[in-house]
């Protein structure tokens, strides 16, 4: 018996300093990562009402005549911003995507039966939405400057989600009668203000609680282990790892800016972004050789793209072989995200804490033991 008892407290112990760094600290960013429940679960320990604590684009008033939704977009640059209003008086059941980001907040709170309507997404993940195609129950509408109108009108929408970014056909959508309304969530620099756009999509549908419930998650983990990131670093008597991204596409290599959406997950991560610069919060193109100059010393090397198959660092050098010469490349730490096997586009904007903790795991492993990366992962 006493064996026994001995055996068991071993087992706690070891299994208690497994998830401690180096340093003996404790991993809750860890924990939190390994945690199975479901946020969903917990949606009626949530309030009814929405509080915009992170989007810049997005305000919510609650007045006698309903909620009044306002909406713009939240670029930096810009120096005067449009606001739309949306007063919704009674939840709506029945919409039409025309982006994947859109349809991502529809996954994130389980309420894929709402979408009616999608554009023509070249890779579609979503397991619900699919079934919905092969059943009727969701038919696609055809792309931007396309649109199926007659098919639309016959999905009898209660509003359509666009995007700024994309124009042509929205006007010819707007004269169906059908009730636009524009998603600024791609444009928010701050992850958690991304993620935050899909309390919209709560508030739209009348699940307000499931948003906040889901929201709330999703805040706590990046939280969290940003948190735990900034701890270690300022602990750690180690340089900050420095990061480049992008690559040659077409006529030159492509890179987001110092103000941007993925440097600031790159700085919240604990790295230093080489390839930044200034207060741009877009992406701009460089010259190869410019661009070569600032990642070639690089410790990682940020890149993505949609490829049939699997990427691999021949595949990279097969590109162009002066990246083979990059210090990341050699060191075999080039973080890809492939579009075509991970649902990227539709996901990732309500996922932040995930492509955070990518990001850690390959950074600085030792904070996150147990996870397993999700978009972007080392290749080989």
């Known amino acids: 018996m006493r064996r026994i008892l001995f055996a068991v407290a071993v087992s706690a112990t070891l299994l208690s300093c497994g998830n401690r760094g180096h340093s003996g600290e404790r991993l809750v960013a860890d924990e939190l990562f390994m945690a199975q429940d479901s946020a969903l679960a917990r949606a009626e320990e949530f309030s009814d009402t929405v509080e915009i604590k992170y989007a810049r684009g997005l305000q919510v008033r609650y007045e006698a005549d309903g909620v ?17 209003e949306f007063v919704l008086t009674a939840p709506l059941s029945r919409f039409v995507c025309t982006t994947a980001l859109q349809l991502g907040a529809f996954e994130a709170l389980e309420l894929e039966d709402r979408v009616v309507g999608i554009n023509s997404l070249k890779n579609l993940f979503s397991p619900a939405v699919k079934q919905q195609i092969r059943n009727g129950q969701t038919r696609k509408i055809g792309k931007e400057g396309n649109f199926d109108l007659e098919g639309v009108l016959a999905l009898k929408p209660d509003l359509i989600l666009v995007s700024a970014s994309k124009h042509g056909g929205f006007e010819v959508l707007r004269q169906c009668g059908v009730p636009l309304l524009t998603h600024h969530g791609y444009k928010e620099t701050d992850p958690l203000g991304q993620a935050e756009w899909l309390k919209l999509v709560g508030l739209l549908t009348g699940q307000t609680r499931r948003a906040n419930a889901v929201f ?38 492509y890179v ?106 390959a950074f600085h492993p030792e904070l996150l033991p147990h996870y397993t990366p999700k978009y972007y992962k080392l290749i080989k």
């Open 216 to 253: 709330a998650d999703i805040e706590k983990k990046y939280q969290t282990l940003r948190s735990e990131v900034a701890a270690h670093c300022q602990h750690s008597a180690a340089k900050l790892p420095t990061v480049a991204s992008g690559r040659q596409i077409r006529d030159g290599w």
């Open 68 to 84: 009044h939704i306002l909406v713009s977009n939240p670029d930096p640059s810009l120096s005067q911003r449009q606001t739309e």
């Open 256 to 361: 987001v800016g110092g103000q941007s959406y993925m440097a600031r997950l790159f700085a919240d991560a604990g790295a230093e972004y080489v390839m930044g610069g200034g207060e741009d919060s877009g992406g701009r193109t460089l010259d190869f050789e410019a661009a070569y100059a600032r990642a070639v010393h690089a410790d990682f090397w940020q890149t993505d793209g949609a490829f049939d198959g699997e990427y691999t660092l021949q595949t990279l050098a097969a590109e162009d072989s002066r990246y083979a010469t990059l210090d990341a490349f050699r060191s075999r730490r080039v973080l890809f995200c492939n579009f075509s096997q991970t649902p990227y586009r539709e996901l990732a904007a309500v996922q932040p804490h995930f492509l955070l903790a990518d990001f850690v795991k």
